[in-house]
């Protein structure tokens, strides 16, 4: 056989093994709810409805438009995040003190760090699922 249609061949062969993979876990994803990486997928109606929850539970973020980590927390959260309960520290920097942001206070606790919203329905106790 040509060195050039074996080649040409292994090619084909792998572009299939990833095909087969992709279409694999988008089936496990639509049927399961959650990606390959266990992270959750929720609809739009899930994401509005854990944040009424966690607005009526008083969560609260702590960030400010100048942290590019508070940057990506807003990413993260999307839409959403214009919903959210939000301290912006720069405005307030009584309130936040020393906090290392973006800062989630749920039930008087502070947890600290860019958080995806299936983390945050599991700490504020506002689960869909």
């Given at each position: 056989?040509?060195?050039?249609?074996k080649?040409?061949?292994?090619?084909?062969?792998?572009?299939?093994?990833?095909?087969?993979?992709?279409?694999?876990?988008?089936?496990?994803?639509?049927?399961?709810g959650?990606?390959?990486?266990?992270?959750?997928?929720?609809?739009?109606?899930?994401r509005?409805?854990?944040v009424?929850?966690?607005?009526?539970?008083?969560?609260?973020?702590?960030?400010?438009?100048?942290?590019?980590?508070?940057?990506?927390?807003?990413?993260?959260?999307?839409?959403?995040?214009?919903?959210?309960n939000?301290v912006e520290?720069?405005?307030?920097?009584?309130?936040?003190?020393?906090?290392?942001?973006?800062?989630?206070?749920?039930d008087?606790?502070?947890?600290?760090?860019?958080?995806?919203?299936g983390k945050?329905?599991?700490?504020?106790?506002?689960k869909?699922?």
């Amino acid at each position: 056989m040509d060195k050039r249609l074996k080649v040409l061949l292994i090619v084909v062969i792998l572009l299939l093994v990833c095909l087969a993979f992709y279409l694999i876990s988008y089936a496990i994803t639509r049927s399961t709810g959650y990606t390959i990486t266990g992270k959750a997928i929720y609809s739009k109606q899930e994401r509005v409805l854990i944040v009424k929850c966690m607005n009526t539970e008083g969560v609260e973020l702590y960030c400010s438009t100048s942290s590019s980590n508070c940057l990506r927390q807003k990413e993260e959260l999307g839409d959403e995040f214009n919903q959210i309960n939000y301290v912006e520290c720069a405005e307030n920097p009584e309130e936040c003190g020393d906090l290392n942001l973006p800062a989630w206070k749920i039930d008087n606790r502070f947890y600290f760090g860019i958080q995806d919203l299936g983390k945050l329905s599991e700490m504020s106790g506002c689960k869909v699922r």
